[in-house]
């Protein structure tokens, strides 16, 4: 018997466990969860992370691997083009589904609606799921 397709779910900013919207329509289809982080610095509208910004993201990856893997759940590091590196690993793993929670800032927003995923290339559906913003 194959294995069952497993879904992505692609953290971007929002990198907690708790109340995560993508994680938990991912664990909802009881399927296998690829969980996967993309260092995108390619993007439209993006800077260069500073020293500060990239001891936080060091330091909120580390804790989002722990984690995940308390829950039996490698985090899975990449660095290129979202869209690109996402829809590569969606092929590679089988992937039926890409699942990924929304970002409100105006650059985000574009490349939500210009390069998220695409569903075509692989026949797995691509999936955002809307967050309430935190301030």
């Known amino acids: 018997m194959p294995a069952e397709a497993p879904v992505i779910v692609w953290f971007r900013q ?33 800077r260069a992370i500073g020293g500060a910004a990239r001891w936080w993201l060091h330091n909120s990856l580390a804790k989002l691997a722990e984690g995940l893997s308390e829950r039996g759940l490698p985090l899975v590091l990449r660095r290129g083009a979202a869209a690109h590196v996402i829809e590569t690993l969606a092929s590679e793993a089988g992937a039926r589904a890409v699942f990924w929670n ?33 301030w």
């Open 102 to 134: 929304r970002c409100y800032e105006p650059q985000s927003s574009v490349a939500q609606a210009s390069r998220g995923p695409s569903s075509k290339a692989n026949h797995s559906a691509a999936v955002s799921r809307t967050t309430a913003p935190a």
């Open 14 to 46: 929002d990198l907690r466990i708790s109340d995560n919207p993508a994680l938990a329509a991912a664990v909802a289809t009881g399927a296998p969860i690829v969980p996967v982080y993309v260092l995108d610095e390619e993007r439209a509208g993006a």
